[in-house]
């Protein structure tokens, strides 16, 4: 793939991925990621204006998911009676108007990415994704080593949750704000779905094999259970899957759940511990107030860990015994819709998640020395997960649409076996399990996949 190949759009929609990958960035105050989303919008605007782009039929129905939670958020807005929490750093108008905003783009990135793939073919659109993911990765990998060598880290100029900066030491817990992202949970997120395809791509060339330590060191670094257990779990079903096929035992399929513990052995020569919480570093709270033994559970200690290799895998032995409810976020969630009425039609986008956030903050206060602690105080909370989000959202409508959606795309998976199919499955599978326990927003990485898989059924 040679850059002299890219035409304009092109060109434009990878940057605007790359700029997603720019998370903890600003300028003017402005995301670079929403610059990002909203370059998606305009690409598919002039191509519609140009009429170079062609209606979509294979994706009507997720166009109609999609109008419908537009429908539903609208209608909700007009007649929502809440202010916003304390310390969002948005209005309503503009809160709503940006989750609007990630659902438009959604469906310009799948029909972008369809069309893409016809002005050039498949192989082609997946390198792009590849080598930005990769690009990506390796800025991360200097932001971690920056504070081991003590090189110059990157200057993170978007402001937090509550409006305040996010040094790197801000945080209770480890790693805060390696990487690109806000979050390193962020970063595993972002970068975890293009590790299937960058295996695919060294099914056809071994360089990728080597390229593949690069993301995958990333995201061991992270220590994101979500990432590394997903890559992990969605691989070794793959593996069964195709033994049970073929007959036979694919050992290209064990590379990247080798790679992952050959990385985070290796990780362990680049062990971490980041200082404790400077007191002064900790708003909306006064120094004298700031406490982090809110997070001082077992699972927090095992974190905050300088072997990576204990980090990671102590904590998936903690959750292994406690069952799923060892991931804290599913136990907040089931208490939340334990304690609310079924949802037909939902709150709508983002509204959900301001209704959301003071049972949030009842449900994980802790009493300490007779006063109470609170989570996230005066903020807008994410669900962390997709499938409650389009509860919340849209309603047992909207969830129900969404899963018709993806029994439509698993259907026409499985009634392919090449090698293609084996790796989109993976990547398809990996996301929709870390939408469980981080992503709560229908990504562009999903769309990416649906358009790949959208457009290579459509050739079959």
């Known amino acids: 793939m040679k850059i002299k190949n890219l035409n304009l759009p092109l060109l434009i929609f990878a940057i605007a991925f790359f700029l997603e990958g720019l998370d903890a960035f600003s300028i003017a105050k402005i995301p670079l ?105 390796l800025l991360s990998l200097y932001s971690y080593f920056s504070y081991i060598f003590d090189w110059t880290d990157f200057s993170r100029t978007r402001a937090g949750t509550g409006g305040w900066s996010q040094p790197i030491r801000r945080a209770c817990s480890i790693l805060r704000n390696y990487g690109t992202f806000r979050e390193p949970s962020f970063l595993a997120v972002w970068v975890t779905p293009a590790i299937p395809l960058i295996f695919y791509l060294a099914r056809k060339s071994k360089i990728w094999y080597l ?130 009425n079924l949802k037909i039609f939902g709150d709508g986008l983002g509204l959900s998640n301001i209704r959301y956030s003071p049972e949030f903050a009842e449900i994980t206060k802790q009493t300490k020395d007779g006063q109470s602690i609170y989570r996230n105080p005066g903020q807008v909370v994410s669900f962390n997960n997709l499938y409650a989000n389009l509860y919340f959202s849209g309603g047992i409508i909207a969830l129900l649409m969404f899963l018709i959606i993806l029994r439509n795309i698993f259907k026409q998976l499985f009634k392919n076996d090449s090698i293609l199919d084996t790796y989109l499955f993976i990547g398809f599978l990996t996301i929709l399990l870390m939408f469980f326990f981080q992503a709560e927003e229908l990504s562009s990485q999903l769309a990416i996949y649906f358009g790949l898989i959208t457009m290579k059924m459509s050739h079959e």
């Open 33 to 137: 990621s929403w610059i990002g989303i909203l370059a998606y919008v305009f690409i598919f605007i002039y191509l519609k204006f140009t009429k170079k782009i062609e209606y979509i039929f294979d994706i009507t129905f997720i166009k109609y998911f999609l109008y419908y939670l537009i429908f539903v958020t609208i209608i909700r807005a007009i007649t929502f009676d809440l202010n916003m929490p304390e310390y969002a750093s948005t209005s309503l108008v503009e809160y709503i108007g940006l989750r609007l905003l990630k659902i438009l783009s959604f469906y310009t990135i799948i029909s972008l990415t369809i069309h893409f793939i016809k002005k050039k073919n498949i192989e082609y659109v997946i390198k792009l994704f590849a080598y930005i993911a990769v690009f990506i990765s």
């Open 211 to 340: 390229i593949s330590l690069i993301p995958i060191l990333s995201l061991v670094l992270t220590r994101s259970l979500t990432g590394i257990i997903s890559v992990i779990f969605v691989f070794s079903i793959a593996i069964l899957l195709d033994f049970y096929k073929n007959r036979t035992f694919n050992f290209l399929l064990v590379l990247p759940i080798l790679f992952i513990f050959l990385m985070t052995i290796f990780g362990n020569n680049f062990g971490y511990k980041f200082p404790a919480l400077d007191p002064s570093m900790c708003p909306p709270e006064s120094a004298d107030k700031c406490d982090c033994s809110i997070y001082d559970n077992e699972q927090d200690i095992a974190k905050n860990s300088s072997n990576v290799y204990q980090s990671v895998f102590n904590r998936i032995s903690i959750i292994a015994s406690g069952g799923i409810g060892g991931f804290e976020n599913i136990d907040i969630l089931s208490q939340y819709i334990g304690n609310s």
